[in-house]
């Protein structure tokens, strides 16, 4: 009987892959009359497109009503309006800044799934969802903007490379943000704020905000070494930096500078000789290091509160 069983779902899972079909849209629609993303005549196919098919949208107004789901996801033009949420378990390939979502069309990429953004013909050039965006699988962020007018969650990974996020940056406890800058460019947080449960691996390159908190409650592994502006650690251009977290500083790192105003309720690993240079203010609880340290305060008032050598 069991046989039987696995047999029947092995069956079952083949006819799925069998039947995934490579399906384009070929309704209309426009801003003042949209088409419905669940009419069978609007699709290549004849059919409604399923979670493991295929999907290309070139152009259209294209109305959802509820939940839908796809495979890969190649996005040319349009728009996708309506109510519901895109759930994308293959590739996300987001053409150009002409194509987008409506305000209350959220976007889940699954587990399997990768988006990547990437050379676009100018920095102000980007994307933005009107809804929530998750990222449960993999996205690369390596040019223009990106932004949401809702939340933007991370519970897989997101590797930022290059360009501007707008609006809240959710890092989950299973999230994995890695900064991965470089001379040639730098990262900007801009609008609302930075938020990490997970992990932030800051591996190179600058990072900007504009305003914003960033509040670390999970762990933040710092071993950036090129920057552009200080010729030492890359300045945090916020203006609160709360760590109730960890933030390890790698040995390579001789330069730890922040142009924000840091307050450190959690725990700051530091494991090379390093100067810790806190320009607009700082108030420590503890900080752990390995070697010899240096501290440097100016601007604003700062409140040591406590230092304690790593045994």
Known sequence: MKFL?????????????INAANISWIGGGTPWQSESWGDPQNWSTGTVPNPTDDVTISGGNIEIN?????NDLNLLGGQIVGSGTFTINGNFNWANEECGF????NIVLSSTGIFTLETLPDYNFGR???GNITIDGIMNLS???????GNFTVNGTLNWQYGNIYNNLNIGSTGILNIQGSLEGYQRLVADDLF????????????????????????MNISALDNVMTGGFPALGSELFINNGTINLAAGV????????????GSLLVNGNT??????????????????????FNLLSHTLVHLEEAK
Not at 5 to 17: E, K, P
Not at 143 to 149: D, E, K, N
Not at 198 to 217: D, K, M, P, Q
Not at 254 to 265: A, C, G, H, P, T
């Open 102 to 105: 409506g305000e209350d069309v």
């Open 275 to 296: 100067q810790l240079n806190f320009i607009k203010g700082v108030s420590i609880k503890m900080v752990l290091w390995m070697a010899v340290v240096m501290m440097s």
């Open 128 to 130: 933005s969802v009107g």
């Open 254 to 265: 001789i330069d730890f500078q922040m142009d924000v105003k840091f307050i450190n309720n």
């Open 66 to 70: 509820g939940d839908v789901a796809m």
């Open 196 to 219: 990490n449960l997970g992990t932030i691996n800051w591996l190179n390159g600058e990072l900007r905000t504009a305003g914003n908190l960033i509040t670390n409650n999970g762990i």
């Open 5 to 17: 069983h696995f047999a029947f779902l092995l069956f079952i899972s083949f006819t799925n892959v």
């Open 143 to 149: 040019a223009g903007y990106f932004g949401t007018t």
